[in-house]
């Protein structure tokens, strides 16, 4: 059993930034993806990134890639996501999640391959 707590949600204006963390309880971390997602009020859970863990690599959606960045500490067990020049769209619970690995980084985006799940941290970009 893995249990997730994310932390570091707020309310920060636009062009603000915020770091989440996501602590893991799980001793050890082989073969595992961590990831991060978002639901905005009215609307379904968004994928933003994911991280495989014990090399590191990283997949960020697109459209967020140059604002957010995903990056992990060993040591803590720890995922944060950087979130940089926010905007009042990123609005939304964020929830991070852990899970096997996929072949596919496409595959890794589903929330269906992800099975646990954090309580969610509410970030809040007022314009």
């Known amino acids: 059993q893995v249990q997730l707590v994310e932390s570091g949600g707020g309310l920060v204006q636009a062009g603000g930034s915020l770091r989440l963390s996501c602590a893991a309880s799980?001793?050890?971390?082989?073969?595992?993806?961590m990831g991060w997602f978002r639901q905005a009020p009215g609307k379904g859970r968004e994928f933003v990134g994911a991280?495989?863990?014990?090399?590191?690599?990283?997949y960020h959606v697109a459209s967020l890639k140059d604002r957010f960045t995903i990056s992990r500490d060993n040591a803590k067990n720890t995922m944060y996501l950087q979130m940089n020049n926010l905007k009042p769209e990123d609005t939304a619970v964020y929830y991070c999640?852990?899970?096997?690995?996929?072949?596919?980084?496409?595959?890794?985006?589903?929330?269906?391959?992800?099975?646990?799940w954090g309580q969610g941290t509410q970030v809040t970009v007022s314009s």
């Open positions: 999640a852990a899970g096997p690995l996929t072949v596919r980084w496409s595959d890794q985006t589903s929330d269906q391959t992800f099975y646990y």
């Open positions: 799980a001793r050890t971390f082989v073969n595992v993806a």
């Open positions: 991280i495989r863990w014990s090399v590191g690599d990283t």
